[in-house]
């Protein structure tokens, strides 16, 4: 499950691409510097993502591909299901109990658990993505419904992740290429909290660089980020960006400020974006990118957009402990149905 998610759809061309590549993965920095009913009428494909990151990623479970068409008929199926459909989100390690629940009623069940503690994202092993043909039917009911990571290894990097949600429906849905998947489509209340150290974060944004840099011809050998919280609403961060090639520097700034009742979706405005750059490579991909990063200068949108808009996400806070070149992140908030 991974916290940076997949690339935006939306971009298209090259100059536009990398410049708002760009500013999106500076407002990923910023926030991961600092996540039914039975009639398929009720469903339509989500509109395009008006948010700074979509929940999808984290709201996916694949299912054994074994039975596309039909949820498992029981719970010791359902435990299974997941146990084998969830290796192609993870490397899961060998003994792991990753999936655990209660001996209650089925498909209404009291409390279900994944552990993906230890577990490894790679390029190989990530969320699917859903068929939005295949409207989401009915699946699993469950009162208390977790999914932790003690730690989640992404890209080489460790991610401690806690997400609980109470009265969860976990809605039966299809990838593209056919498999079955649960889908957190709805819950009354939930509460998720994220917390990485500053190596980890940096070790993130160097593997998301890289992965950018490489669709365009240019590379990125280091990345030095400082970051910190000023408020709990704030986040400020600074990025040093050393280029391979021609050489040089990119030296990005943003800030990030959450608006926030506890009532309404939390919205994220973007803002004193800069990007300057040192050397051959830094001046030529600065007078590039820079235009883009103004584009979303001052522009605020919901933080997290969920499957459905069925949930909002509310009570967003960021925490830096330590210095901002050496701190560590905590990110946490509410989600759900219920407007307090």
């Not at 039975?38 to 996916?60: F, M, R, T």
């Not at 992965?211 to 590379?219: I, N, V």
């Not at 986040?235 to 700034?253: F, I, N, S």
Request: include cysteine.
């Amino acid at each position: 499950m991974s916290i940076i998610g997949p690339a935006n759809p939306l971009i298209r061309s090259l100059l536009p691409k990398a410049a708002r590549a760009a500013a999106l993965a500076g407002a990923a920095v910023l926030l991961l510097c600092g996540g039914l009913s039975s009639q398929p009428a009720a469903y339509s494909a989500p509109p395009k993502v008006n948010a700074w990151l979509e929940a999808k990623p984290v709201c996916v479970f694949p299912l054994d591909g074994t039975s596309a068409t039909l949820l498992p008929p029981d719970r010791a199926g359902l435990i299974q299901s997941l146990d084998e459909g969830m290796k192609r989100l993870a490397v899961i390690p060998d003994q792991s109990k990753l999936v655990q629940t209660d001996e209650t009623a089925y498909p209404a069940l009291r409390t279900l658990r994944i552990d993906l503690s230890g577990s490894t994202e790679d390029a190989d092993h990530m969320p699917p993505k859903l068929d939005w043909h295949f409207p989401p039917r009915d699946g699993v009911q469950v009162e208390k419904f977790e999914v932790i990571a003690d730690p989640l290894l992404i890209r080489g990097a460790k991610v401690k992740y806690d997400l609980t949600a109470t009265d969860a429906q976990l809605s039966f849905a299809h990838d593209r290429q056919d498999r079955p998947a649960l889908l957190l489509t709805q819950a009354k209340s939930g509460h998720v909290e994220i917390n990485a150290n500053h190596g980890d974060v940096e070790t993130l944004c160097l593997a998301a660089a890289k992965r950018f840099a490489g669709k365009y011809g240019f590379s990125v050998n280091a990345i030095k980020l400082k970051f910190s919280a000023p408020n709990d609403k704030t986040l400020l961060a600074e990025a040093d960006v050393t280029l391979g090639g021609m050489g040089g520097h990119l030296d990005l700034t943003g800030q990030f400020v959450v608006t926030d009742d506890g009532i309404k979706t939390a919205t994220g405005n973007a803002s004193h974006l800069t990007c300057h750059g040192q050397g051959p490579g830094g001046i030529f991909l600065s007078s590039l990118l820079t235009g883009g990063l103004l584009a979303y200068d001052n522009i605020s949108k919901p933080l997290v957009e969920f499957p459905f808009d069925h949930m909002t996400l509310r009570n967003a806070k960021f925490h830096v402990e330590g210095t901002p070149s050496e701190g560590n992140l905590h990110i946490t908030a509410d989600f759900g149905t219920d407007q307090k």
